[in-house]
């Protein structure tokens, strides 16, 4: 795992097909250690992970970032979590279910995101870090810059691409993305502008 700041790891895996690394992260608050959209991990991974403090829970941006989490669960009793609306397409079993608006690890703000891929993709801010973390509402391709799913993966991609501005109303220096290169610095701002190069 990389160490991103204090509290936040990140891992990959390289996906062939879409030739983009699948990102998952390792995120300890004051009140407990989470994985987000966490696709399987090293040993070596596994074991730095177990140092820092086992994982508790596991929460998705959306159904189809399930990844690792039934492994995760089956060693160390993670709990997932998704939000309500991709509760019914969930493939495997969930252990609970978040709304809009929900605080979760009481520090991490679950916010929907409107007409995207699923009815209940959504985003993590976390707000005393001024970070953004999205799953397939947007991903980081180029790296620096964001681009969407092709259009076929949603039902309207013009009112996908304006779901996205929901995120606007929250201030965020960094934007994690699932899919392809994070942002670092001044990810709200490059957000703004990707949506408004979109006409």
Known sequence: MRKMMDGLYTWSIFNEEKKLPFNGLYLKTAFAAVLIDPPPMSDEDRDEAEKLGRPAAVFLTNKHHTRGSAAFRERWGAKI???????????????????????????????????????????????????????????????????????????????????LNVLLEFDFERLLVGDGASIDRNARQVLDEFLNKQG
């Open 81 to 163: 979590s998704i939000h309500k609306n991709d509760l019914p397409l969930m493939e495997i079993p969930v252990d609970a279910s978040f709304n809009d608006g929900e605080t979760l690890a009481q520090e991490l703000k679950a916010i929907r995101i409107p007409d995207a891929k699923t009815p209940g993709e959504c985003a993590l801010y976390w707000a005393k870090e001024k970070t953004m973390i999205v799953g397939d509402a947007v991903i980081g391709k180029p790296p620096g810059g964001l681009s969407m799913l092709p259009d076929e993966k949603f039902k309207d991609p013009r009112k996908a691409k304006d779901g």
